[in-house]
């Protein structure tokens, strides 16, 4: 029996992995880690928004960074290969030291979506600032037009920063309290 296993080009590995495809096993799902105090917060947050009304959300300008690899480092998928396929050139995906990578800022609301911003440098304050100026106000414009507004944000360095809570003040501005280390209850997570 083993020596038709080996003449069948299967590789261990898939064979013994096959059971995990199906519906009894299933691959784990990555969540956020929180500490206790988060886990408070986040309740109490949720507590006091569980009778928002449809109305109030849609109020909402929810917005988010995220980070899209360009170049696949050593974290490349895995490929599935008969023996003898290693250095096929189907089967390979060159790796490199140094990953590219853009950052890319973005907005949602009831109303639609607004402009993407694809960002050159590290977000720091100025450089968030620069994105609310040329592309939430814009979007914010699209999207409400003389309607009032709330806008979201997590509690990243760039936006919890003294100056960019100035800048929202100065522009009469609400921004919703979030709370900490919770990407998950953001809708554009998903987008």
């Known amino acids: 029996m083993w020596g038709r ?7 261990l590995e898939s064979v013994l992995q096959e059971p995990l495809r199906t519906d ?11 500490n206790n105090r988060q886990r408070q917060k986040r309740l109490a947050w949720a507590k006091e928004k569980k009778d928002w009304t449809a ?5 909402v300008m929810l917005s988010d960074e995220s980070k899209f690899c360009i170049s696949f480092g050593n974290q490349a998928p895995k490929v599935w290969r008969k023996k003898g396929e290693a250095h096929n050139p189907l089967c390979l995906r060159s790796s ?4 590219q990578s853009v950052m890319v800022w973005g907005a949602m609301s009831s109303a639609g979506v607004g402009p993407l911003c694809f960002l050159r440098s590290k977000v720091n304050a100025a450089v968030y600032q620069e994105v609310l100026e040329h592309f939430m106000l814009p979007a914010a414009d699209q999207l409400y037009g003389d309607a009032d507004f709330i806008f ?10 003294k100056a ?11 921004v919703l309290n979030w ?3 919770s990407p998950d209850l953001n809708p554009i997570e998903n987008l």
């Open 164 to 174: 960019t809570s100035t800048w929202f003040k100065d522009h009469g501005i609400p």
């Open 55 to 59: 109305a109030e959300w849609s109020k």
């Open 152 to 161: 979201q944000q997590d509690l990243a360095p760039a936006h919890s920063a």
């Open 179 to 181: 709370p900490a280390n």
């Open 5 to 11: 296993f080996i003449k069948s080009g299967l590789q």
């Open 24 to 34: 009894v096993c299933k691959t784990w799902v990555s969540a956020v880690a929180l």
């Open 96 to 99: 490199v030291k140094f990953p």
